[in-house]
């Protein structure tokens, strides 16, 4: 931590649906991740196999791209197309 | 009162009944539209739905129906009032697992507003489904 704003945080990850399944967890935490755009490449390293789904991603329920920066506390959901009704 | 959007499983007829029964109150309503979603046995490959489990974001899912909810409620200014309910877990063939009503002073807006909060149910509520086979196989939906 430094006085530049650049924070390295922990964020919990959620994994829904099908990617539970695939990356067999529902859960983990990631530290020193700073935006979406590194988290990706992070669990692009430990769960390869998820990036042939399709999904988007959300930090604390609203649906966000690669730019944002994380803050602590942080609550990022990994969502595949949704199928209720 | 925090509004309950999920329920554990098939949604029991007496939640149905109960809230049909709550209409009694909106004395200002004159038509009523209800959708009842359940799951179908549909076949594939030969095999035969027996359930869909169903799995969800819990607080997304209360954020993403108030705020369908509230769209309804200002585009349909004669919608007085709309509930919405949907499965979390296992739900067999033939059991219901979305009830959706739509509380309207007059029928015209009471059958577009269920029609399109169906709609947006089925667009924005992060809720996944697993379809299980009567052999024990699955697929997601």
């Known amino acids: 931590m430094g006085g530049w704003g650049v924070e390295y945080m922990e964020v919990k990850v959620l994994f829904f649906g099908v990617l539970t399944e695939v990356s067999g967890t529902a859960v983990k935490h990631y530290q020193d991740v700073r935006s979406v755009g590194e988290l990706r490449l992070r669990i692009q390293d430990d769960f390869p196999e998820i990036f042939h789904y399709n ?16 803050k602590t506390g942080d609550e990022v959901a990994l969502l595949p197309p949704f199928a209720g009704g | ?103 309207a002073g007059h029928r015209q807006q009471a059958f577009e507003a269920c029609s399109k909060t169906v709609e947006l149910i089925k667009a924005h509520l992060p809720v996944w489904k697993k379809e299980i086979y009567e052999d024990d196989t699955h697929i997601w939906k």
């Not at chain 2, 109960?18 to 979603?37: A, C, P, R, V, W």
């Not at chain 2, 974001?57 to 993403?64: D, K, L, N, R």
Request: hydrophobic letters at 40%.
């Open chain 1, 55 to 70: 999904f988007r991603i959300a930090v604390n329920g609203e649906i966000t791209d690669n730019d944002l920066l994380f």
């Open chain 2, 1 to 103: 009162m925090k509004t309950i959007y999920l329920t554990d499983g098939a949604i029991p007829n007496e939640l149905i009944s109960g809230m049909i029964g709550n209409l009694k109150k909106k004395t200002d309503s004159g038509g009523h539209m209800f959708f009842l979603g359940q799951v179908r046995a549909d076949e594939a490959e030969g095999k035969r739905v027996s359930a869909i489990e169903y799995s969800a974001y819990p607080e997304m899912v209360q954020a993403e129906a108030e705020k369908i909810k509230n769209e309804i409620l200002k585009e349909f200014t004669d919608v007085r009032s709309v509930d919405i309910v949907h499965s979390n877990g296992l739900v067999k063939t033939g059991e219901i697992s979305l009830a959706v009503l739509v509380a």
